[in-house]
Nanobody, 122 residues
């Protein structure tokens, strides 16, 4: 049975950093794309970053380039999202998802975690 579990969310101030983790079970990491999405209140789910865990190719949406870094630890079946210089507009529930092709369409991803809340506020 496939499971994805996010952790690392919290309440921080603008300019602070957080590191999210996505631990997967039920499948072997180096055959999937792992994506991070976020959803702010009243808005749709937005793709933030994704990584092809078999070749380490990484993708970022424009609003997080230079601030967020995605990485993978295949031995631990875990993908991290390091988020630096956080802004209030980064607030939302962050989800990780597993699929077979990199992209920003949530429909391309087959498995989802339950999400972790990130709140950036002064």
């Amino acid at each position: 049975q496939v499971h994805l579990v996010e952790s690392g969310g919290g309440l921080v101030q603008p300019g602070d950093a957080l590191r999210l983790s996505c631990t997967v079970s039920g499948f072997t990491l180096p055959y999937y794309v792992i994506g991070w999405f976020r959803q702010a209140p009243g808005k749709g789910r937005e793709g933030v970053s994704c990584i092809e865990t078999y070749d380490d190719r990484q993708y970022y949406t424009d609003s997080v380039k230079g601030r967020f870094t995605i990485s993978r630890d295949n031995a631990k079946n875990t993908v991290h999202l390091q988020m630096n210089n956080l802004k209030p507009e980064d607030t939302g529930v962050y989800y990780c998802a597993a699929g077979f092709s990199a992209g920003w369409d949530p429909a391309e991803y087959n498995y989802w975690g339950q999400g972790t809340q990130v709140t950036v506020s002064s």
